[in-house]
C-alpha cells in the first residue's frame, strides 16, 4: 500500500494543484482498506446474505450457490475490482471451509420442481428430494377463512397429499427447511376446488326406447358418465346438467353406471370421487309417466316379441284414419278352440286403459311359470287365447297428447283445427277425423250433430278404418269367442247389465268375478244419453251375441294422471288372466 502512495507522490509532488492531489491519497487510502475488509469477510458473506434473502422471499440465490467476485454482470464495480486469489488471505492463511460448502460453492443446485397428480377427489404433490431437508411446512386456507391452517412434518420426504374438505375452495402452499430453518424450496399457492362426487343418482324409463339418469347437480361443476361393458367402463357422453337420456340397456341384464364430476380451477382441471348406479331392466313398460304413447307401445310389443318368443303374437288388423297400425296381442292357444277379446283406449283421452294392458301382457309373460289367484298361468293360456287390442284410437290419443302437428296427413290437420277451436286438446275423446268411435257401430246407430272432440258418430255406420277393422275381427273370431271386455275410463264402476238369456249367465259370470277382483261398483245408476246407440259393447252383446263387460277405471276426470295407476293396477292386474281362466273352465 505504502509503495503505491510512494508512486503517487512522485508523480504528484510538484504538481500545480495541491488540493486535488491530497483528496486522490485519501480516496486511495480508503479504497485499500474497503479491499481488504472485503477480502477478509467474503468467505461467510455469500451463505449469510444468501440464507436471509430466501428465508424473506428475496432474489438471492438458492442455498448452495455464490456469487464469485468479478463475475456479477450487476455490480457496478466488477472492473475495477482486484482480483484476490481464492485460496488464501491477506495473513496467509486459507478460507474457513468444510467439505460439504466447498462443494456447494464449485457447483450450482439443480432446482427441484413440485408436481401436482389430479386424482379422483384427491391431489397428491411431489417434489425431488434434498439432503438439507429437515421438515415440511403445509399452508391451507379454506376460501373465507383469514388464518392459515399449518401442518408440519419432519423428515426428508418428498411427497404429501393434502386433506381437503369436497365442494369447497382452498389455498394451498408448500415450504421445504434445512435444520437452521431456512426455506430451502417453496410452492406457489394454489387454488384447489375438490368437486363433491355426483349425489342422489336415479335411473327411470323414459321416452319408448330410453331411459332417465338424473342427479344432484352442483352449480360449479360439469359431469362425464360412463357404462361398464364387460370387464371395463366405456364413456357414454358429458353433461352440464343434471341428467341425460340414454339407450334402454338390455332387459334383466344389471347395467353399471359410473358418474363423475369435473371442473377446472386455478388454472388446473379437477375431478371427483365417482359414483355408481345399478340398473336392471325388469319390465318395458313405464307405468310412472302418465303419458304412454303409440311409439312406447310399438317398441314394447317388439321387445315382447323379443324376450318372449313363442309366448305372444303381434298382428296388424288395419290402420286408423292416418295411417298408425292398429295392433291385436295375442297370448295363449289358438289352437284350443276358445278364445277372448279384450279392447282397450276407443276413447282417446283415456289412454292410461292402454298403459294398463300392455302392463297386463308383460305381467302375465312374467309369470307364465307362476300362480295369480291360485291358478298357473301356463296352464290357463294353454287352455284359451286371449286377443288384445291395446289401443283402438291411436291417432286420438297422439292428437291428444302431442296436439295438432303430430297428424300426418294434411287434409286431416286442417279439419282439425277447424273443429279444435276453443277446444282443449287433452280433453279429446274422438279419432283424427272427429268421430266418436263408440258411436260409430252397428247397434242402433243414427247420425246427429258434426264432427269434434266428443260424441258425434259419423255420418253413416262403421265409416271409421278402426270400427271397421275391430268388427271385421270380431266376426273372425265368432265362431270361437267366449266373451269379451271393453276398458275405458272413468268412475270406477263395472257395465254387466243382458237383455239375452243365452249369454245372461255368462255375462254375469264376468261380471261378478271383475267386481270381485277390482272392487268396483256397479253402473246400474249410470245414466246414457246415447242410450248405448252405436257402442262397442252392445254391439258385441246385441248384434253379435257375445258374453261382454265393460270396466271404467279411475276416480278422476281424464286424462287420468299418473298418481291414479297405482290403484288401477291393484284393481285390475290379475283380472284378464282371471276372467280367460272363467271362459275356458280352467
Given at each position: ?10 508523480r504528484?509532488?510538484n ?12 480516496s ?10 472485503l477480502?477478509?469477510?467474503?468467505s ?17 440465490s438458492?442455498p448452495?450457490e ?14 475495477d475490482?482486484?482480483q484476490?486469489?481464492?485460496t488464501?488471505?491477506p495473513e496467509?492463511n ?9 462443494d ?5 443446485i ?9 386424482l ?14 429437515q421438515y ?5 386456507k ?9 401442518k408440519?412434518?419432519k423428515?426428508?420426504m ?9 365442494g369447497?375452495?382452498y ?6 427447511y434445512?435444520?437452521e430453518k431456512n ?10 376446488f ?8 336415479t335411473v327411470s324409463?323414459g321416452?319408448?326406447?330410453?331411459i332417465?339418469i338424473r ?7 360439469k359431469?362425464?358418465?360412463?357404462r361398464?361393458d364387460?370387464d371395463?367402463?366405456k ?9 341425460i337420456?340414454e ?10 353406471y ?7 380451477f386455478?388454472?388446473r382441471?379437477?375431478?371427483?370421487r365417482?359414483?355408481?348406479?345399478r ?6 313398460v313405464?307405468?310412472?309417466s302418465?303419458l304412454?304413447t303409440y311409439?312406447e ?7 315382447f316379441?323379443k324376450?318372449y ?5 303381434v298382428?296388424s288388423?288395419?290402420k286408423?284414419r292416418?295411417g298408425?297400425?292398429l295392433y ?5 292357444n289358438?289352437a284350443?278352440g276358445?278364445?277372448m277379446l ?5 276413447h282417446?283421452?283415456e289412454y292410461?286403459?292402454t298403459?294398463l ?7 302375465y ?13 301356463e296352464?290357463?293360456l294353454?287352455?284359451i287365447s ?17 296436439g295438432?302437428?303430430s ?5 286431416l290437420r286442417?279439419n ?6 276453443g ?6 275423446k274422438?279419432n283424427?277425423?272427429?268421430v266418436?268411435l263408440?258411436?260409430?257401430f252397428?247397434y242402433k ?6 264432427a269434434g272432440?266428443a ?5 253413416k255406420v262403421?265409416?271409421?278404418?278402426e270400427v271397421?277393422?275391430?268388427?271385421k275381427l270380431t266376426k273372425?273370431?265368432k265362431g270361437r269367442?267366449r ?5 275405458h ?5 263395472i ?8 249369454i245372461s249367465?255368462t255375462?254375469?259370470g ?5 267386481r ?6 256397479s253402473?246400474d ?9 252405436g257402442n ?7 248384434t253379435m251375441?257375445?258374453?261382454s263387460?265393460?270396466i271404467?277405471?279411475?276416480s278422476?276426470t281424464c286424462p ?7 290403484d288401477v293396477?291393484?284393481?285390475n292386474?290379475?283380472?284378464i288372466?282371471?276372467e280367460?281362466?272363467?271362459l275356458s273352465?280352467?
Amino acid at each position: 500500500m505504502f509503495k503505491n502512495i510512494k508512486m503517487f507522490m512522485k508523480r504528484y509532488v510538484n504538481s500545480a494543484r495541491p488540493i486535488i492531489a491530497t483528496a486522490l491519497i485519501l480516496s486511495l487510502l480508503m479504497f485499500e482498506a474497503v479491499d481488504v475488509k472485503l477480502y477478509c469477510s467474503a468467505s461467510s458473506k455469500s451463505a449469510t446474505e444468501s440464507s436471509v434473502e430466501v428465508a424473506t422471499g428475496g432474489s438471492a440465490s438458492e442455498p448452495g450457490e455464490t456469487k464469485e467476485p468479478g463475475n456479477d454482470t450487476g455490480s457496478e464495480n466488477s472492473v475495477d475490482q482486484p482480483q484476490v486469489p481464492a485460496t488464501t488471505n491477506p495473513e496467509g492463511n486459507p478460507p474457513p471451509t468444510d467439505g460439504a460448502e466447498t462443494d456447494n460453492k464449485s457447483k450450482k443446485i439443480k432446482k427441484s420442481k413440485f408436481r401436482a397428480s389430479i386424482l379422483p377427489g384427491r391431489v397428491v404433490y411431489r417434489w425431488d428430494k434434498s439432503e438439507k431437508q429437515q421438515y415440511a411446512c403445509f399452508f391451507i386456507k379454506a376460501e373465507n377463512s383469514k388464518k392459515w391452517r399449518i401442518k408440519k412434518l419432519k423428515g426428508n420426504m418428498a411427497k404429501y397429499e393434502p386433506k381437503f374438505k369436497e365442494g369447497k375452495k382452498y389455498r394451498f402452499k408448500i415450504r421445504l427447511y434445512d435444520s437452521e430453518k431456512n426455506i430451502i424450496k417453496k410452492s406457489k399457492t394454489e387454488k384447489i376446488f375438490i368437486p363433491k362426487a355426483p349425489e342422489n343418482i336415479t335411473v327411470s324409463r323414459g321416452t319408448y326406447a330410453n331411459i332417465n339418469i338424473r342427479w344432484k347437480k352442483n352449480r360449479l361443476e360439469k359431469y362425464i358418465i360412463y357404462r361398464k361393458d364387460k370387464d371395463s367402463y366405456k364413456y357414454l357422453k358429458k353433461s352440464s346438467d343434471g341428467d341425460i337420456s340414454e339407450s334402454l340397456p338390455k332387459y334383466d341384464e344389471q347395467s353399471i353406471y359410473k358418474i363423475v364430476s369435473f371442473t377446472r380451477f386455478g388454472g388446473r382441471r379437477y375431478i371427483s370421487r365417482p359414483s355408481y348406479k345399478r340398473y336392471t331392466v325388469k319390465s318395458f313398460v313405464d307405468t310412472k309417466s302418465s303419458l304412454y304413447t303409440y311409439e312406447e307401445m310399438v317398441y314394447d310389443l317388439s321387445c315382447f316379441q323379443k324376450y318372449y318368443p313363442g309366448y305372444i303374437k303381434v298382428t296388424s288388423i288395419g290402420k286408423s284414419r292416418d295411417g298408425r297400425e292398429l295392433y291385436d296381442v295375442i297370448l295363449g292357444n289358438e289352437a284350443s278352440g276358445k278364445t277372448m277379446l279384450v279392447i282397450y283406449t276407443v276413447h282417446a283421452r283415456e289412454y292410461m286403459c292402454t298403459q294398463l294392458g300392455m302392463n297386463q301382457i308383460e305381467y302375465y309373460l312374467q309369470n307364465l311359470d307362476k300362480e295369480i289367484r291360485g291358478k298357473k298361468v301356463e296352464s290357463i293360456l294353454n287352455g284359451i287365447s286371449i286377443h288384445m287390442v291395446v289401443m283402438a284410437n291411436p291417432d286420438g290419443i297422439t292428437l291428444c297428447q302431442k296436439g295438432i302437428n303430430s297428424i300426418k296427413n294434411n287434409k286431416l290437420r286442417k279439419n282439425l283445427l277447424r273443429m279444435s277451436k276453443g277446444v282443449n286438446l287433452s280433453s279429446w275423446k274422438a279419432n283424427a277425423a272427429g268421430v266418436d268411435l263408440n258411436r260409430n257401430f252397428p247397434y242402433k246407430f243414427k247420425t246427429e250433430g258434426k264432427a269434434g272432440y266428443a260424441d258425434y258418430p259419423g255420418k253413416k255406420v262403421a265409416s271409421e278404418p278402426e270400427v271397421k277393422a275391430i268388427i271385421k275381427l270380431t266376426k273372425t273370431l265368432k265362431g270361437r269367442l267366449r266373451g269379451a271386455v271393453n276398458y275405458h275410463a272413468m268412475g270406477e264402476i263395472i257395465f254387466g247389465d243382458c237383455e239375452y238369456s243365452d249369454i245372461s249367465d255368462t255375462v254375469n259370470g264376468m261380471y261378478t268375478l271383475a267386481r270381485t277382483i277390482s272392487g268396483y261398483s256397479s253402473a246400474d245408476s249410470y245414466y246414457s244419453p246415447s242410450h248405448g246407440r252405436g257402442n262397442c259393447r252392445e254391439y258385441q252383446m246385441f248384434t253379435m251375441h257375445i258374453p261382454s263387460i265393460t270396466i271404467e277405471i279411475g276416480s278422476v276426470t281424464c286424462p287420468l294422471p299418473s298418481s291414479e295407476y297405482e290403484d288401477v293396477w291393484k284393481a285390475n292386474k290379475d283380472l284378464i288372466i282371471s276372467e280367460a281362466a272363467y271362459l275356458s273352465g280352467t
